[in-house]
């Protein structure tokens, strides 16, 4: 069983950054692929960034999320900058057990409570 929480979301004006954090248990942290999703009002979750063998963004956040992970801290980053009203969504931090490298929300075993990012205009 791994858990994940969430913790960095906030209120943000446009072109500000934020950085999310995750932090996880388990003993072999190291070799999960760790991802970043999002979910805005009435919309479906979406790939933002993943990170296991290498590195993965969704179009819409290339060039402007970064994604990393430290293993001896368990814990996996978002540091977003330029942050735009359309990245206004709850972010959920995942975990895969199963695959090195995904950007399927399916391939993701665990999942944190999500920690919410408002962009204001």
């Known amino acids: 069983q791994v858990q994940l929480v969430e913790s960095g979301g906030g209120l943000v004006q446009a072109g500000g950054s934020l950085r999310l954090s995750c932090a996880a248990s388990?003993?072999?942290?190291?070799?999960?692929?760790m991802g970043w999703f999002r979910q805005a009002p009435g919309k479906e979750r979406e790939f933002v960034a993943s990170i296991g063998w290498g590195t993965y963004y969704a179009d819409s956040v290339k060039g402007r999320f970064t994604i990393s992970r430290d293993n001896a801290k368990n814990t996996v980053y978002l540091q977003m900058n330029s942050l735009k009203p359309e990245d206004t969504a709850v972010y959920y931090c995942?975990?895969?057990?199963?695959?090195?490298?995904?950007?399927?929300?399916?391939?993701?075993?665990?999942w944190g409570q999500g920690t919410q990012v408002t962009v204001s205009s």
């Open positions: 388990g003993r072999t942290f190291n070799s999960y692929a």
């Open positions: 995942a975990a895969s057990v199963r695959v090195n490298r995904s950007t399927r929300a399916s391939e993701f075993d665990y």
